[in-house]
């Protein structure tokens, strides 16, 4: 018995949550709130959404998403084109690859795994940004905004369970 055109369609729009709420972050990201010099350490709200589906529904945050999320995030963001692409791909791909380490083990293990990819992702932007610009640029805004995308990963990770229990399970 094949399923109905509904139900194909209520499958179709719950697995496109997660690229959906990650478009939503990469927006957010770039929103003006009047703080002086935040648009320069805003958290990588992106980055924390990539690497949390790519532990938990990684079929639903692919390769293909995680290419049109940098390119979307390099247009509004004005980084080079390619270079979020290019990092979220990393991020992905790192993810995917350990992602036995993270399933089923305590949120403090999660967290300290994206500390570790945080800050591998944070010195290699710093580098590539250094080499494209063919200048020293300071370390101090990286690092903030790998801090403070520290600090919000909890509750973003708690939101995305959350979100997960209730859309995503199949019914």
């Known amino acids: 018995m094949s399923p109905t055109l509904a139900y194909q369609f209520n ?3 719950r ?3 997660p690229f959906a709420v990650t478009v939503l972050l990469a927006l957010m990201s770039v929103v003006p709130i ?3 010099g935040y648009a ?3 958290p990588s709200f992106a980055a924390i959404s990539v690497f949390y589906w790519s532990i938990h529904r990684p079929y639903l945050m692919a390769p293909p998403l995680c290419f049109l999320l940098g390119l979307l995030s390099d247009c509004l963001t004005g980084a080079p084109l390619g270079l979020s692409s290019f990092l ?3 991020i992905h791909g790192i993810t995917v690859s350990q992602r036995r380490i993270f399933i089923g083990k305590s949120f403090v293990l999660t967290w300290f795994g994206f500390a570790l990819i945080g800050f591998i992702i944070a010195m290699l932007s710093w580098l590539i940004a250094c080499l ?3 200048a020293l640029l300071p370390l101090t805004p990286i690092l903030v905004q790998f801090a ?3 600090l919000v990963f909890p ?3 708690w939101g995305f369970g959350m979100l997960q229990n209730s859309l995503l399970r199949t019914t």
Do not use: D, K
Request: no cysteine.
């Open 11 to 13: 499958r179709f729009l």
């Open 15 to 17: 697995g496109s949550v």
């Open 34 to 36: 009047g703080i002086a």
């Open 40 to 42: 320069i350490v805003t």
């Open 88 to 90: 979220y791909l990393l």
């Open 132 to 134: 494209y610009s063919l």
């Open 148 to 150: 403070l995308s520290l």
């Open 155 to 157: 509750m973003f990770a």
